[in-house]
């Protein structure tokens, strides 16, 4: 069955186009079923998260939306298997996710880099265990830092950069490895407010142009609709998913146009969005 989208970021595998409408018949590339997480506390088991599902299609923008300490960031290290879930499934492409791998990258608040390498050097490292000859790397090195606007700082030191900069070298690390899913754990929370603009405007750039699948984690209801297609809003101390919000917005969206400050005043909880 063929879905209808206004998307724009969304470009594959397109079908056909009406009146500027795309249709396109989704492809699942990550699905949650049903999963639970209980840490074990003095003996005690903790519930994190319960009953969890959700799935995203190739090319979506999804934002888990929820204060800190709601199971968020738990959610994203399951995804990307840091941990394993109590029960229930984590399908990449049909395949259970058992562990790490390449084919999910996560982006963390705190940039990692390697403080002794140079920018060109960090943006490499991950491709340095591929069978790759060094002008091919240095062809794809040269590619991203100009992606993410960062070719002119190939020999800086991390400590020579700004924290902006340095969220970009982060993200040319990781999307060199054309990874399937991109996974972002409050990326610019660090950031100040004109720089995380900035950054939102180039993530939603990077997005449009590699056609990659991103689950991104934020507190920050207006960064999530900005960024996302669909929102999940995580309930307060219940470990679930309580809402879901498809932002049927035009890009670029603008935080005082009518339509983005309804969906805000939709993000409150009482508003009746539909239940997952």
Known sequence: MLQEREEDGVTEPRIHSIDQKRYYAPRLVLEVKNLSKNFQVNGISIPVLEGITFDAAHGELICL???????KSTLLKILAGFIPPTSGDVLLEGEQIMGPGADRCVVFQEDALFPWLTVEENVAFGLKSKKMNESAIAKEVGHFLSLVGLNGFRGYLPREISGGMKQRVALARVLILKPKVLLMDEPFGALDCQTREEMQGLLLHLWKQLSITIVFVTHDAAEALVLAYKVLLMGANTGRIERE???????????EDKAFLSMMRQLRPGNGLRQV
Do not use: F, Q
């Open 245 to 255: 919000l498809l932002v049927e917005i035009n890009r670029p969206r603008a935080k």
């Open 65 to 71: 939306l929820g204060r800190s300490g709601y199971g």
